[in-house]
């Protein structure tokens, strides 16, 4: 029997700031919404975006909690879940998550503090080489 592999990895901004809750054995549990573009668009259409359900538990969601924000772009990796439930009516729904093992920031944050906002350098000056050396013999061929 071939493993099976379930690894989902995604980058996306943050369309509200994470709710942290606690289960009642107290085990940290974040959840948010990300919004990710598809990358194919037909000549004419506008750019599909995805919104995605992503959980993630303990350590990381308190790191979640407490350092992400409504706007921000995150690059994440975990797996894709599937929950069956009842809504108040009795009927059967599915609602598919990711849960998230691994956040990471994708992008720098500005001086003002603001998410989701590109970066601008206003620097430019010379380069700080301090700690390096120029190579000399450098004919532009690797070694072998």
């Excluded at 989902?8 to 009642?24: F, H, K, N, Y």
């Excluded at 549990?29 to 303990?58: H, L, M, N, Y």
């Excluded at 979640?64 to 772009?73: D, I, Q, S």
């Excluded at 009516?89 to 849960?99: I, L, Q, W």
Aim: with cysteine.
């Amino acid at each position: 029997m071939r493993p099976v592999l379930n690894k989902v990895i995604l980058m996306g901004r943050l369309t509200r700031d994470p709710v942290l809750r606690s289960t009642q054995a107290g085990k940290s549990v974040a959840s948010f919404t990300i919004a990710v573009e598809r990358d194919f668009v037909r000549s004419g259409e506008e750019k599909q975006t995805d919104f995605i359900d992503i959980t993630c538990w303990d350590r990381q969601a308190d790191f979640v909690a407490k350092y992400f924000a409504k706007g921000m772009l995150v690059a994440l990796a975990g797996r894709l879940q599937q929950r069956h439930w009842e809504d108040k009516d009795g009927n059967k729904r599915v609602n598919y998550e990711v849960v998230a093992n691994e956040v990471h920031f994708a992008e720098r944050k500005r001086d003002d503090g603001a998410a989701g906002q590109q970066v601008e350098r206003d620097y430019t000056g010379p380069l700080d080489t301090t700690g390096f050396t120029e190579l000399m013999d450098d004919d532009g061929t690797l070694p072998l």
